[in-house]
Structures are given as C-alpha cells and as structure tokens.
C-alpha cells in the first residue's frame, strides 16, 4: 500500500490510545496471513525485552525494546502479541508470536482472529 489505511491507522491509534490488548485482526502482508490480537507498542517492546532478557543467548537485545516510544504522529506499525502466521490448516508458532507489521504493507485485513478445530 503506498498510502496507508485510514481506517487501520485509526484501529491502531485507538489501541495505543486505549492501552488495550483486546483487539482482534488478521492481516495479509507479502503474502502471509498473520491473525492474533493487538498490543499498544510500549506494551508489547516491554513483552518482547522480558523474554530476551529469559534468554541466555539474547539478554543483549533487551535493553532495545527498552527505549521510550516516541509519539509523533500517528501509528505506523501493528503490534501483535498471541498471534500466529497461518500457513494451510495450522497456525505457527502454535502458542502465538509477537510480530511488528508496518501497516502501509498491509494489503488487506479483517476485524477478529481466525483459529483452526480438528473437528
């Protein structure tokens, strides 16, 4: 998308506005389908720095998703925190990822999360 989604770009300022990680999407960006829900940034860097920081291997990387966040303008980028990358009938990681997805990539997208039952 050269011009971002007004629309999106207003979901995602009432996210940040609302500090709520109740809000349901699903996402196509360059082809891959990502559904979860999202987080405000500060809330998510934060989620993101606590498990780099459980790391023996990336504790290093942490102290980046500690930087403030700045607020000039409106937002760019989603925030998804418990969301999975669907790829045929499973969704992976299964257990949810934290992705960043900048939303004038965004091609096409729907409110609520999809899931998939064996039955």
Do not use: C
Not at 24 to 53: D, F, K, M, Y
Not at 76 to 89: D, P
């Amino acid at each position: 998308m050269s011009k971002p989604d007004e629309l999106l770009v207003d979901v995602a300022a009432l996210v940040e506005s609302g500090q709520s990680n109740q809000m349901s999407l699903t996402v196509v960006t360059g082809g891959a389908v990502i559904t979860g829900r999202l987080a405000p940034e500060a809330v998510w860097r934060q989620r993101v720095s606590e498990v780099l920081t459980d790391s023996d291997r990336l504790a290093e990387f942490s102290a980046v998703f500690d930087a403030p966040v700045a607020k000039d303008g409106p937002p760019t980028h989603l925030h998804f925190h418990v969301a999975r990358i669907l790829q045929g009938a499973v969704g992976i990681p299964e257990t949810g990822g934290m992705y960043r997805v900048a939303i004038e990539d965004i091609s096409t997208w729907t409110v609520g999360d999809f899931s998939y039952s064996d039955h």
